[in-house]
Nanobody, 130 residues
């Protein structure tokens, strides 16, 4: 059973940085791991993703250059480094894991789509003030 626990959220002023962590247990191989966010009154949107089997990180266009997703060598923690934060980045941030045995190409093609992910964390709140 895959479990995900997010941490690292908080309040920061615009221009500041935060690093979110997602502790993951139960992974085997070939999972797509994603970070999503949901602001009040808005749909949950994909922020970034990484494939546990290797390959380039994936980002939503508005996050490129500001956010960096990474995972440790043991594949037990996925990080989201967020720099140059803006008030519009305020949201609940969620970590998610797809089912094992998926392909890199599926992760590449579908990482923003919620049905790809079987497991979700509880979320961590990020608030950016102007």
């Amino acid at each position: 059973q895959v479990q995900l626990v997010e941490s690292g959220g908080g309040s920061v002023q615009a221009g500041g940085s935060l690093r979110l962590s997602c502790q993951v247990s139960g992974l085997t191989f070939g999972e797509c791991l994603g970070w999503f966010r949901q602001a009040p009154g808005k749909e949950r949107e994909g922020v970034a993703a990484v494939y546990t089997g290797g390959g380039s990180a994936l980002y939503a266009d508005s996050m490129k250059g500001r956010f960096t997703i990474s995972q440790d060598h043991a594949r037990t923690t996925v990080y989201l480094q967020m720099n140059s934060l803006k008030p519009e980045d305020t949201a609940m941030y969620y970590c998610a894991a797809g089912r094992p045995g998926g392909s890199w190409f599926t992760c590449l093609r579908e990482w923003k789509q919620h049905p790809l992910y079987d497991y979700w964390g509880q979320g961590t709140q990020v608030t950016v003030s102007s």
